[in-house]
């Protein structure tokens, strides 16, 4: 089936930086909407940034001008550059694909990677 393979989290400074990958796999005939999600401990898991196939782009309020998300439709990935991370930053990041597997569209997530973001 459809999978979704997420790297580069891990433990970082405040203002330094990070790049997560996702890479999907599998049964996949077409991508639209691909993203990040992320959520902290006792909260609820919030939208960072999504990106559709023709390259438009939706970043969360707390993030614009800090991350930026981009994709390679041939290669089914998505990528989130983190910049000048801030220690409200700490989350386990999960990626997110809408996938046309068979006839129909269907969302997956990864795992997720926890990032964290010392003071």
């Known amino acids: 089936q459809v999978q979704l393979v997420e790297s580069g989290g891990g433990l970082v400074q405040a203002g330094g930086s990070l790049r997560l990958s996702c890479a999907a796999s599998g049964s996949i005939v077409s991508i639209d909407a691909m993203g990040w999600y992320r959520q902290a401990p006792g909260k609820q898991r919030d939208m960072v940034a999504v990106?559709?196939?023709?390259?438009?782009?939706n970043y969360a309020d707390s993030v614009k001008d800090r991350f930026t998300i981009s994709r390679d439709n041939a290669k089914n990935t998505v990528n989130l550059q983190m910049n000048s991370l801030k220690p409200e930053d700490t989350a386990v990041y999960y990626c997110?694909?809408?996938?046309?597997?068979?006839?129909?569209?269907?969302?997956?997530w990864g795992q997720g990677t926890q990032v964290t973001v010392s003071s």
């Open positions: 997110y694909a809408n996938v046309r597997s068979t006839s129909f569209w269907r969302a997956f």
């Open positions: 990106i559709r196939y023709g390259g438009t782009t």
